[in-house]
């Protein structure tokens, strides 16, 4: 929801209206990094709700918020630069593959070892 409004307060700062995508570079910016997290937010929610039930709810809570950390320093950084993006993006892409690495260790744990 955050993400969200501030594309519509960057759509009002820079008069740009609803269905435009196109238009001033810092909202640009704002656009496309509202839309990239919100592509990778259904596999994130997914890959957390598998770890959190077949591997650790703990774990899989402080991966969770770290992702969600580095998903708002990955928004902040985009819409000041392009490039201030890369560190946070390379971070929030590692911790999606540490759940998916525990999902698979909990699924393999709980229907192949008794």
Known sequence: AYFAMQVIYARRKYKISPPET???PEFERTFRAQANCSEYFPIFISLLWVA???????????C???YLYSRLKYFQ?????A???LGPLYASAWLLWLLVGMALAGLL???LWP
């Not at 959190?52 to 402080?62: R, S």
């Open 109 to 111: 744990a709980h229907f």
């Open 77 to 81: 950084g985009y819409t000041v630069a």
């Open 22 to 24: 196109s238009g001033h």
């Open 64 to 66: 969770g918020l770290l």
């Open 83 to 85: 490039q201030g993006r």
């Open 52 to 62: 959190g039930i077949f591997f650790h709810q703990g774990v899989t809570a402080v």
